[in-house]
Structures are given as structure tokens and as C-alpha cells.
């Protein structure tokens, strides 16, 4: 049910693997951010098994922009999975939460001297170097600390995927990687190859988030081997890593097909193994970088019901107490969530229009729902929320940042509190800080 078997129905309301919805928005307030953590550690698994474990030297980075909490960076890691970072601020927070620093990539397409620096002195695995000036200010920052980084460079495969424009990355047109269209990237792979503190370790792409479709990534592996080929050719370096990114898809609704992580995986690596054979090489360490797909379906958003306003001949508008706060994704893509009234599964249907509290007419939760006989008071569900909600969450008109609770059958657990009013305050000098 809901994209998470981890979610079913009991007595005519929503239970969270095993626990009753509405009991834990009661217990610990709403707006609240609800994740089964079995769903979880089933996909860590499936990523350990049909690839870690199927396919010797890889490597699978979780992206921890989807959901960067101690609870999720601890199965992470317990899984044998690494992560990817792309601030001093995903950094400070990995580590803190014990993630080896061997196991980091730092992405990001404009570090700072401060943002590499820190990661120098952390000593993490891997710099994926985003453009051309990235290459000298790391090796000055290198130099200066005396150490070697290992480094990937990230390239645009001109392969163009994600649910939407906003997530797309792969095609010419963008701030993030080397352009390939023409031979400035072999430029850069020969001054890499020059720098004294830089080892150059092999490529890196991203082509989009939210892909469903596997020949996407086929072709995105596809093309990755032809730049290991052309490299070779044109540099003599041969890259011995391969890093074809994230993107893979999830189901948000009942319409939308989940990309099938295995299969994809199995054809990916039979293409890479296939090329390189063609090319005469080793086949390179492969790495991926799923954030999505690892965090999406095991979130459930919890709200109380509150404002019901019905405008004549136009619509009903359902107001829950959170919204673009806590989840701006339908605001910014405009992003489809499906929704229930937890405590009342089942019912005579009513179609209304689901607005968060902000002050902004634009704050949706979701378009056209269809709720069992909503009530003021009511818990409403949101479904696939673990990803890109509590971390793209914001303090907007001083809305507290929800907590997270985990259930595991039939047993729940917090793991981030619910952001005080003090909290609001904090960083403000001129206030008189409360006790
Ligand atoms: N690797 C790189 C270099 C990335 O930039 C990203 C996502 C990922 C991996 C992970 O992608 P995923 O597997 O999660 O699709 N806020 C947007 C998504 C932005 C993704 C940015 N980069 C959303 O809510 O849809």
C-alpha cells in the first residue's frame, strides 16, 4: 500500500508498521515526519546484495541531501554503503554522526577554500572536481596541507533525464560538471594529470533525479564508456573509476512505475563489463549515488486537519498545520503526493484541495484529494515524504521544523526533535535568549 509494505490498514486506519498513525501524531505532534525503518534497511539491503555484494570493487554513496539525520547515516554505514556531501555543512553533520570520512565523496559546483579545505583535513575519500578553477584552488589547498587527494572529475553526458526541469542535470545547458560537447574536458583531465597533490582516480556524471526509466541509466552507462574510451585515446589515462550517479526513481502515486533497482543495476554493470572488455581494460570500480530511492517511500508526513472552507461552485480547501515548511517540493515542482485521512481509511469520498498553514496562496499540499469524510481534528497522511522534505524543510514564517520519529514493528522511536520556539531565536543577537 502507499508505495511501502511497511504501511497497511487496520480497523479502518493507518498503521506505520504496526503502529496506528494517528496515535503517533497525538503522542508527539504534527506536523510530523513518520519513517519506517524497515522500508529503510530492506533498500540498503537490496543495494548491498545486487550490487556491493553481486558485483566486487563498487561502491554505492548515499546522497545525503535527501535526508541527512544520524538515524538514516547510521544504517547507511551499517549497510556498507558510503555517502556523498556537497557542502561543509553535509560534512560537519556525516562526520558527527560517525560516517568514516573514507567513505565520503565532496561534491558541489562551487566549493569554497573553506569547504575544501575541511574536507582536506578530514581526509574524505573523494573531491569530485566540478570545473575548470576547482582544479588549481584544490591543488594550492593540497599543496598547502601537504596531502594527496584522490580525485573523480564530474562530466555532462549530454544525457538527459529527471522527472522534472529543475532536476534535470545531464544535458549541455547547466551549472554542474565539465561540458563534453567539446574537448575542454580532455584539457582539464590533462591538467588533473599534472598536479602533484590531485590523483585522479576516473569520472563522475549525475543525469537527473527521479528517473523511471532503466534505459536511461543504460544509456548513461553507455556513454560514460565511451569517455573512458576517448580519455584513453586522447590522454593515455585510463580511468579506473566510473561513477554513473543517482537518479533512480520512486513510485509517489499509484500512476507512477518505480524504476526496479536490480534489473537496472544488472544491466548498467553488464554494459560497463561488456565496453571494457571491447576496450582492452580492467573493468573500472563503479560507483552510484542513490538518495531518493533509499529514503523516498519509507516517510509518511503526519498533519492535523484543521480550517475545512468550501468556496462555492470553486472548491474545498482542507488546511493541515504544516505544508511548504515542512515539504516545499509540490510548491517548487509541483509535485503529486497521494493522501489519506489516517483515521478514517475508508468512506464516503470528498474531493478538496489540501493548503498548508504558510502565508502563501501558492503552499500546497495536494491537488484534487480524495479524503473520507475530512473532520477538523483529523490526521492526514501524506505518503513518500522521506526524501527532500525534512531536509529541504525551512523555518518560513517561523513554522518549527517537525521532528522525526522511526517505527519498526510496532515499535517507535524519535530520533530528531521537534525544533523549539527557543530555537527560532537562537541565532539572533539582538534577542534576549530564553532560558
Ligand atoms: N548525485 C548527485 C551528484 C546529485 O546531484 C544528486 C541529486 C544525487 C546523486 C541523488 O539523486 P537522487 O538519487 O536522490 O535522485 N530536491 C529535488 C532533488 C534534487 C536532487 C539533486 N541532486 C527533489 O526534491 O526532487
Known amino acids: 500500500m502507499y508505495g511501502s509494505r511497511y504501511l497497511t490498514e487496520h480497523e479502518n486506519t493507518l498503521m506505520i508498521d504496526g503502529v496506528a498513525a494517528s496515535e503517533l501524531a497525538a503522542k508527539y505532534g504534527t ?5 519506517a525503518e524497515r522500508e529503510l534497511t530492506d533498500r540498503l539491503a537490496l543495494v548491498r546484495d545486487a550490487f556491493l555484494a553481486k558485483y566486487p570493487d563498487t561502491y554505492a554513496s548515499y546522497a545525503s541531501k535527501a535526508l541527512s539525520i544520524g538515524a538514516v547515516y547510521e544504517q547507511v554505514v551499517k549497510h556498507g554503503l558510503g555517502i556523498d556531501v556537497v557542502t561543509g555543512g553535509e560534512l560537519y553533520v ?14 558541489g559546483s562551487n566549493k569554497t577554500d573553506e569547504d575544501l579545505r575541511y574536507a582536506l583535513s ?26 594527496t587527494a584522490n580525485v573523480l572529475i564530474r562530466i555532462v553526458p549530454q544525457v538527459i533525464g529527471g522527472a522534472h526541469a529543475k532536476i534535470q542535470t545531464g544535458g549541455v545547458d547547466t551549472k554542474f560538471g565539465f561540458s563534453t560537447h567539446d574537448d575542454s574536458y580532455l584539457e582539464a583531465i590533462r591538467s588533473i594529470l599534472d598536479c602533484g597533490h590531485l590523483s585522479l582516480q576516473g569520472i563522475h556524471c549525475h543525469v537527473g533525479s527521479q528517473i523511471q526509466d532503466t534505459s536511461l541509466f543504460t544509456k ?9 574510451g576517448t580519455i584513453r585515446e586522447q590522454t593515455g589515462f585510463t580511468p579506473a573509476e566510473v561513477n554513473v550517479g543517482g537518479g533512480f526513481g520512486i513510485a509517489y502515486t499509484e500512476a507512477d512505475i518505480p524504476l526496479v533497482f536490480a534489473d537496472t543495476i ?8 561488456r565496453r571494457s572488455s571491447e576496450l582492452g581494460i580492467k573493468r573500472p570500480r563503479v560507483g552510484i549515488e542513490p538518495g531518493r530511492w533509499i529514503v523516498a517511500n519509507a516517510g509518511t508526513t503526519l498533519y492535523t486537519v484543521g480550517a475545512i472552507k468550501t468556496v462555492e461552485g470553486v472548491r474545498t480547501y482542507l488546511s493541515v498545520d504544516g505544508g511548504m515548511a ?22 464516503s469520498m470528498t474531493e478538496v484541495t489540501v493548503v498548508g498553514a504558510a502565508c502563501e496562496s501558492g503552499d500546497l499540499v495536494a491537488e484534487k484529494a480524495h479524503l473520507a469524510k475530512p473532520q477538523t481534528g483529523d490526521t492526514l497522511a501524506v505518503f513518500a515524504t522521506g526524501a527532500y522534505n525534512y531536509s529541504m524543510a525551512s523555518n518560513y514564517n517561523q513554522f518549527r521544523r517537525p521532528a ?24 539572533d543577537l539582538m534577542i534576549h535568549q530564553p532560558n
Open 122 to 147: 578530514e581526509n574524505v575519500g573523494t573531491i569530485v572536481i566540478d570545473h575548470a578553477g576547482e582544479i588549481a584552488q584544490l591543488e594550492r589547498l593540497a599543496a598547502e596541507e601537504r596531502k
Open 266 to 273: 544488472d544491466q548498467v554493470m553488464a554494459i560497463i563489463e
Open 31 to 35: 506536523p510530523l515526519y513518520v519513517m
Open 326 to 347: 515542512d515539504n516545499i517540493r509540490p510548491a517548487l515542482y509541483g509535485a503529486v503526493y497521494e493522501t489519506v485521512i489516517a483515521n478514517r481509511l475508508a468512506g
Open 220 to 228: 548513461t552507462a553507455e556513454t560514460m564508456m565511451d569517455f573512458v
Open 404 to 427: 522525526v520519529v522511526f517505527v519498526k514493528d510496532g515499535v517507535e522511536r524519535e530520533v530528531v526533535r521537534r525544533q523549539s520556539y527557543a530555537d527560532l531565536v537562537r541565532n
Open 94 to 107: 556525516a562526520r558527527a554522526a560517525g560516517v568514516p570520512a573514507e567513505r565520503i565523496y565532496f561534491h
